[in-house]
């Protein structure tokens, strides 16, 4: 079983283009976020919902629109790509307890 | 092909070592850390976490080391295998409850 999944796992598209990704985790956890990691391996949080509100947005360019229908949903819709926005997101969700658990990634291309 | 994680610091061990991995962090209210492990290609996956009110814990293979004087924290995995190689972060989490990241340590483990 998938704790935490994302569609797709590879994206490329042009600039300018708009795409989703989407995010769903079945561990039944409050929280979840989305991370930006780039090519230097580094990983930044973007975002966090909990219990579908807002909590945290890391000065992320409006462009970026998370959405979370459900606790168990966070989809990453983006504006207008550019080609600073290749990298790899990837969600997270987190309970109470224990650290954060991380879905497979999503590899943005921006062409 | 990539140039990902050409600019991370590496530890190049041979198989049956100990392996001890270190992480400097920032901020003196942080009060949890957890080390991940990232395999390529896939998310960071939780190995071990700690809490601020101790200096040590041990799960399977692992220890984690917490020294707040100076702000370090280390990972140490005994009697390192093949199929330890990835890239392992630290993480703190700071007062708004965001998950910092460090920049990572490639260990590459030889047989």
């Known amino acids: 079983d998938t704790a935490v999944s994302q569609t797709p796992k590879y994206l490329v598209t042009q600039m300018g283009n708009d795409k989703s990704i989407k995010c769903e985790q079945n561990?039944?956890?409050?929280?979840m976020y989305w991370y930006k990691q780039d090519s230097k391996k580094f990983l930044k949080i973007m975002f966090s919902y909990n219990n579908k509100e807002l909590i945290i947005n890391e000065t992320v360019p409006n462009r970026f629109s998370p959405k979370s229908p459900d606790k168990a949903h966070l989809n990453l819709h983006i504006n207008s790509l550019e080609l600073g926005d290749s990298a790899v997101y990837f969600c997270a969700s987190s309970g109470r307890l224990a650290g954060e658990f991380f879905g497979p990634g999503t590899r943005l291309t921006v062409l | 092909g990539e140039s990902v994680g050409l600019h991370l610091p590496t530890l190049s061990v041979q198989e049956g070592d100990n392996s001890i991995i270190n992480c400097a962090y920032s901020n003196s209210a942080s009060d949890y850390f957890i080390w991940y492990k990232q395999e390529s290609g896939k998310g960071p996956q939780f190995i071990i976490d700690?809490?601020?009110?101790?200096d040590k814990r041990q799960g399977q293979r692992v220890t984690v080391l917490l020294n707040k004087t100076v702000k370090h924290l280390s990972l140490q995995i005994a009697a390192t295998q093949p199929g330890d190689s990835a890239v392992y972060f630290c993480a703190e989490m700071d007062g708004f409850q965001k998950l910092v990241f460090g920049t990572g340590t490639r260990l590459l483990v030889s047989p």
């Open positions: 561990l039944g956890h409050d929280t």
């Open positions: 700690i809490r601020s009110n101790m």
